[in-house]
């Protein structure tokens, strides 16, 4: 369930600080490193989760398992549906290997989502598609990932209160969640309708987070970062319009994703024998997505099944089957995704991250 998180608000540019490195050989050696801190940081948890995996019903955690399969390859489908609303060429087979390294370098390096996005759209460049375009197209997933949880998450809340186990931090998390999704969509709609409101906006936005570096003695945004993101969310806005029915599969398939998600998680519940309601459920689901992805904690330190858990004991899981849960949902969710991924870094880069490069990545 750990979202992708591309950093909706900016347009990845592949010549970013951050990005830069992904073009040498030498960063398969860095990743390589920093997964053996992540291992060697989360050694517990990596043998809580041998054990846990083991004390389930085999059947029902290998139907898990399966899910979770088929929810990585939806999820490479909604990208395709994504890069076809903007524009660009795809094929599904090409997108998993190219989305399970994204997730690697979005885990592994500070970056986080930013590099996790310049994997895609660096991968879309190596099939000579625009970088600009693509940027549009991950946008465009993240955003449909966004609104169809908006849903999950009313009915799941919805269910904490008619148990009268809903709490003040679920609120604001949520809350929160609901005005950072309200904000991408306004940011569409004003690049469709008010493209001159949103380059001021941003421009704003820019002014206050460049003062806000600076009394922290960092580098500001790069220039030209307001009117960047204006085309981008302008390119993504005008695609969405030619192409409404497009618009409405990439939907479908982002509230698809998150439903195979939950389908994964009622089968791990049946591999423990706890069956729960899909308000419950869906509470659960919901919030540690939503807390993943306003989370700024470096490789995903337990944010997600700790919700979780806290969410399952509140309905009356017991503390220690909710823990075990949690921990067998992260682990097939997060950590088996990592490893597969991490294998595909070479196919990814293959010659030390040199390729052919699309119609918009500027020259070395």
């Known amino acids: 369930m750990r979202p992708d998180h ?3 608000m900016c347009r990845v540019c592949l010549r970013h600080r951050f990005l830069r490195p992904l073009r040498h050989r030498w960063p398969l050696w860095l990743l390589l490193g920093a997964a053996v801190l992540l291992v060697t940081t989360r050694f517990v948890e990596l043998k809580d989760l041998g054990t846990t995996l083991a004390e389930g019903r085999w059947q029902w955690m290998a139907a898990a398992i399966v899910l979770q399969a088929a929810y990585y390859f939806l999820y490479a489908v909604l990208y395709r549906a994504g890069y076809a ?10 997108l998993i290997p190219v989305m399970l390294a994204s997730i690697v370098v979005g885990t ?3 970056a986080g989502g930013l590099s996790s996005a310049a994997v895609m759209i660096d991968g879309a460049t190596r099939r000579h598609q625009s970088a600009a375009r693509a940027a549009e197209g991950v946008l465009l997933v993240w955003v449909a990932g966004v609104a169809m949880a908006v849903p999950l998450l009313a009915i799941g809340l919805g269910y904490l209160r008619s148990r009268g186990v809903l709490v003040l931090y679920e609120v604001l998390a949520a809350l929160a969640f609901i005005l950072y999704a309200a904000a991408l969509f306004a ?3 004003l690049a469709k309708w008010r493209d001159a409101w949103l380059r001021a906006a941003l421009g704003w936005v820019q002014g206050l987070i460049d003062a806000l570096l600076a009394r922290m003695r960092r580098p500001g945004l790069p220039e030209g970062w307001a009117e960047r993101n204006a085309g981008e969310a302008a390119g993504a806005a005008a695609a969405i319009a030619a192409r409404p029915r497009l618009l409405g599969l990439t939907l479908a398939l982002a509230l698809g994703t998150h439903l195979l998600n939950l389908a994964s998680l009622a089968a791990i519940f049946l591999a423990f024998d706890h069956a729960l309601a899909f308000g419950a ?4 689901y919901t919030l540690g997505f939503v807390l993943a992805v306003l989370s700024v904690i470096p490789f995903d330190l337990g944010v997600l099944a700790g919700v979780m858990a806290l969410v399952y004991s509140s309905v009356g899981v017991p503390v220690a089957r909710a823990l075990v849960i949690s921990v067998a949902f992260r682990g097939i969710n997060a950590w088996l995704p990592v490893a597969l991924g991490f294998l595909l870094v070479r196919r990814v880069w293959p010659g030390g991250g040199q390729g052919p490069a ?7």
């Open 6 to 8: 591309p950093v909706p």
């Open 85 to 94: 609303t903007v524009g660009v060429e795809s094929r599904v087979l090409d």
């Open 108 to 110: 592994l390096t500070p």
């Open 187 to 189: 940011m569409l709609f």
């Open 281 to 284: 459920l869906s509470a659960a």
């Open 358 to 364: 699309g119609p918009d990545t500027p020259p070395e």
